[in-house]
């Protein structure tokens, strides 16, 4: 059981590039969220899609975009990266009436 | 604004004795508490939770104590174990049906043999 997958592990961006970071569940999971996660800051709440066909903005949203491409797929797109994006990005997933994320195990961006 | 603080970066216990990890809150409209556990290069892992009508939750090794007047709750870990080195994220949900949330900075829990 693959749980919460995201693509790449790894990647490192020049500033003003743009790249779309990958996410895909196969829980069947009906709410999905994204995270960065930066020192001292814990995990902060960028993007979040209740269910498929919505999308609202959490913490931190600006210099972000996401998709809720159907009910397994949310991509979050970078349309042009800063190093202030540099961070670890977790996708996570849970059903609607659960406080139980299930999280990826995380990009790790670079943006020089 | 940080809602969710955890004011310590790290914490170093020996093995076998108890593990207290502290955690504040600011809004008092947070109504559901969790605790995750995260090793290197792995996401986040729940590990237990309290729902603000309790004060305490036990699960095995793991306690959660909620202590709403004071907008406080702790994770005691009994005994400690060399795989309980982690870091551990207090979080908290105010929101029914979205289900978002709060997390704290992190704690690193190190348990020394």
């Known amino acids: 059981n693959a749980g919460v997958t995201q693509t790449p592990k790894f990647q490192v961006l020049k500033t003003g590039q743009s790249m779309t970071l990958q996410c895909a569940q196969d829980?069947?999971?009906?709410?999905m969220y994204w995270y960065r996660q930066d020192p001292g800051m814990g995990l902060r709440l960028i993007y979040y899609?209740?269910?498929?066909?919505?999308?609202d903005k959490g913490e931190v949203p600006n210099g972000y975009n996401v998709s809720r491409l159907n009910k397994r797929e949310f991509s979050l797109r970078l349309e042009s990266a800063a190093p202030s994006q540099t961070s670890v990005y977790f996708c996570a997933s849970s059903e609607t009436d659960s406080y139980g994320y299930t999280f990826g195990s995380g990009t790790r961006l670079t943006v020089v | 604004d940080q809602q969710v603080k955890q004011n310590s970066p790290s914490l170093s216990v020996q093995e076998g004795r108890i593990s207290i990890l502290n955690c504040d809150y600011t809004?008092?409209?947070?109504?559901?508490f969790l605790w995750y556990k995260k090793y290197p290069a792995e996401g986040p892992t729940f590990l237990i939770s309290i729902s603000s009508i309790k004060d305490k939750n036990e699960d095995g090794r793991f306690t959660v104590f909620l202590n709403k007047s004071a907008k406080h709750l702790s994770l005691h870990i009994v005994p400690s174990q060399p795989g309980d080195s982690a870091v551990y994220f207090c979080a908290a949900s105010a929101t029914q049906g979205a289900q978002k949330l709060v997390f704290g900075q992190g704690t690193r829990l190190t348990i020394n043999p």
């Open positions: 829980m069947n999971h009906n709410s």
């Open positions: 809004n008092s409209m947070f109504d559901y």
């Open positions: 899609s209740a269910s498929e066909g919505t999308t």
